[in-house]
């Protein structure tokens, strides 16, 4: 196998390489960030012999590693796939070290031999939270280390069914000269241990730090070499979390997996439309339920809005949960057509629980939240809403309604304000038991909920 060396200067910012010195990065324009690396060896000119041509082979999936967590088992498309490698980010203290912990016990309790390696925390530590969490098993094997190499020595020696690293951002390859944590060594480090996993098949879990922006820390194409990323996301002030996926080679990324937090540690929540809707206030104006669809699990969501004369010169809008950009639009298209005036006002908008919904099947609900509060008007507690809201005022169409009508149905509700367009392709008997409205235009809303 011929091999070639190449010298290389790298940004430290952003992660650009060069083959020549540069003043100024120009990728991120950073000036004065390029530095030289070692020598790397690129392995180059494999044989003919040595490539395989795949045609017409079908060859069966391989078997899914089923932690026994149903909510993890969602979002990664059924279990984990052997040889991948699967990236979690979230914000600091929102769960992600307390979820790791509870999966390897999962799989310690199926007789998997797992391995924890973090260099973050010492195995004292470690073991204060599994005391909490009242995990206890032999087949959990613990080390504090930084070194990749030192961790790719050690599971070569415990030969684990499975590895977590905690966190990436923490390790450090002994053969690039920068500092850990920086762009270089996150990067090469979580190339050793791609290739670990790749040739070995073993499945390797990364838990990696967030910037305060909430994308995760490092060069962004961190992002694209590993074959899973999950998000934790939620507010350290609510008990509920939301495990989301953002990228999956294996799977959907439609799927998200809802957990409560409590002492004893994560909770899954088996039926999330009744815990996001047990404290929902009733015949109080600026509260409308939703039907959320998230990959293959509907949702009912509470829409909370609060509109107030504003006594400053610029109103506010400030949305949490939903597209702050969704509102500001919302808001203009109930301006213009059907002429109330909002610019004077503030406006507050929140999905309660915690959740975030980014599907525009929710633009009719901010709609009939924002109206019922400026008119102080309530919407009947039995009615659900879902549509998407058009520049021209019109109510779109929006898919999966079908699944949205059985669980409003499911939950006792008994009126569904739909557009006209998704009940034309509603199957026959689809809606038994519930009172179907249909509604073409944001006139049409306001002729149905507030006109009397």
Not at 18 to 46: A, F, M, N, Y
Not at 401 to 417: C, I, P, Q
Request: charged residues 25%; hydrophobic residues 40%; glycine residues 10%.
């Amino acid at each position: 196998m011929a091999a070639r060396e190449q010298l290389l200067f790298v940004c430290s910012s952003c992660g650009y390489e060069s083959r020549k010195w540069l003043g100024r990065c120009p990728d991120c324009g950073e000036w004065d960030t390029l530095s030289e690396q070692k020598k790397r060896k690129i392995r180059v000119g494999k044989t003919v012999a040595e490539v395989h041509l795949l045609v017409g082979e079908g060859g069966e999936e391989p078997m899914r590693l089923v932690t026994g967590i149903s909510e993890l088992d969602r979002v990664l498309g059924g279990g984990i796939v052997p040889g991948s490698m699967v990236l979690i980010g979230g914000d600091p203290g929102i769960g992600k070290s307390t979820l790791i912990l509870q999966l390897l016990a999962a799989l310690a309790r199926q007789k998997h031999k797992v391995l924890y390696v973090t260099g973050e925390e010492s195995v004292g530590q470690i073991r204060m939270r599994a005391d909490r969490l009242a995990v206890q098993s032999s087949n959990i094997f613990i080390a504090t280390e930084n070194s990749v190499q030192a961790i790719i020595a050690l599971s070569e020696e415990v030969k684990p069914a499975f590895l977590a690293v905690d966190s990436i951002q923490t390790m450090y390859s002994e053969e690039t000269g920068s500092a850990p944590g920086s762009v270089t060594q996150v990067r090469e480090s979580t190339s050793l241990l791609v290739s670990l996993a790749k040739n070995s098949g073993l499945p390797i879990i990364l838990i990696g730090h967030v910037t305060k922006d909430g994308a995760i820390a490092g060069p962004r194409v961190l992002e694209h070499m590993v074959d899973t990323v999950l998000y934790f996301e939620g507010d350290r002030g609510q008990v509920f979390r939301v495990l989301r996926t953002v990228k999956n080679r294996f799977g959907s990324t439609n799927e998200i997996g809802v957990f409560e937090m409590k002492e004893s540690g994560l909770a899954e929540v088996d039926n999330p439309s009744a815990l996001f809707l047990a404290e929902r206030p009733v015949n109080v104006p600026g509260s409308v339920v939703m039907p959320s669809v998230e990959g293959t699990r509907p949702i009912l969501v509470e829409v909370q809005a609060l509109v107030s004369p504003s006594s400053l010169g610029t109103a506010r809008r400030t949305a949490i949960g939903a597209d702050p950009q969704r509102l500001a639009l919302l808001t203009a298209v109930l301006e213009k057509k059907i002429g109330v005036t909002l610019f004077d006002h503030d406006i507050f908008l929140n999905i309660a629980g915690g959740i975030r919904i980014d599907e525009p099947a929710l633009d009719l609900g901010v709609i009939v939240a924002l109206l019922s509060s400026l008119y102080e008007k309530v919407v009947d507690p039995t009615t659900v809403v879902c549509g998407e809201v058009g520049l021209a005022g019109e109510i779109r169409g929006v898919g999966q309604m079908e699944m949205r009508l059985r669980e409003a149905r499911r939950l006792g509700f008994k009126t569904f304000l739909m557009p006209e367009s998704s009940n034309r392709r509603l199957e026959a008997g689809e809606t038994p038991g519930m009172q179907v409205h249909t509604v073409r235009t944001v006139h049409d809303v306001v002729e149905r909920l507030f006109v009397p």
